[in-house]
């Protein structure tokens, strides 16, 4: 196999154009990259104010096509998000008014506010790309991604995500706080929001859609599946984890590789993109035995089980 012969100038420029405005953090953006190449949905789990929100809106400035927010709070219904239908009194029929889940990406602001029933309709329209109202269905757009924020140290009020609706995300992510340096350059340096309004669009929709299908044809050599499988499966039988990995999430693994290799300038995945990814793809989905299930505890027992596997060796792997 051989590194990828076209080089991708508009990511390099997306990712530099987002780390310019989310300083110190070229990992975390990375991920966020590579769950949107790979047709995923991205969760960030984490305190306030360290930049979540900022992320999101960088990217999403960054890609050309539609944006919306929406700030989720308990007296959010189904509705609000997906749409309703409103009847003509010209026509006597009903026109469909969508809501503002129709948009390329949507930003789901503190999405453990809302009631289950609204969460629900969110997420299964992640899974299905569709929406049915009043026995109508509506396909979301074809590069539909959600970033959704929850704030996990507030817990009065929320209403968590069960573990069926948290298998909607491709990844679960923590931006964290800043090194020492970056938080300074962050203090004395230009305003962010003044960034922000000036970003312009890198990357159009028609590019985003090339570079997803080239994604597609990433390969993945049988060592590195199987790898991939010995680690859905060890899952499985940890004494720690009471509810493992499912096929689901053993796919999205594989799908989340392809996009993270491609990344890094190869056509074929090695058994470093498994290990990069595995922490953000498996961790929330995961319910350990001992009660503990803080994201934190769940990402050991994910770093510890890379240590329990072995690694397919070079030659076997590409």
Known sequence: MEELSVENHEIDHLLTQIQQIVVGKPEI???????????????????????????????ARSVAGDFKRVQFTPDLL????????????????FDFHPGPIFTTMLLADEINRATPRTQSALLQAMAERQVTLDGHTYD????????????????????????????RFLFSLQVGYPATNDELALYSGTDRQTQLHQLQAVLSEAELTELKQAVTQVTVNPAITQYALALVQATRQQAAIRLGIS???????????????????????????????LVPTFSHR???????????????VVKDLLQTIPVPTAGSAK
């Open 29 to 59: 953006i990375k991920l966020t990259v590579t769950a949107l190449l790979a047709g995923g949905h991205v969760l960030f789990e984490d305190v306030p104010g360290v930049g979540k929100t900022t992320l999101a809106r960088a990217l």
């Open 78 to 93: 189904p509705n609000d998000i997906l749409g309703v239908s409103i009847l003509n009194q010209q026509t006597s029929q």
């Open 140 to 167: 979301l757009p074809a590069n539909f991604f959600v970033l959704a924020t929850e704030n996990p140290s507030e817990y009065a009020g929320t209403y968590p995500l069960p573990e069926a609706q948290l298998d």
């Open 247 to 277: 096929p689901r999430g053993g796919l999205a693994l594989l799908q989340a590789s392809r996009a993270y290799a491609f990344l890094n300038r190869r056509q074929y995945v090695l058994p470093e993109d498994i290990q990069a990814i």
């Open 286 to 300: 995961l319910v350990l035995a001992n009660g503990a299930q803080s994201l934190t505890a769940k990402q050991q």
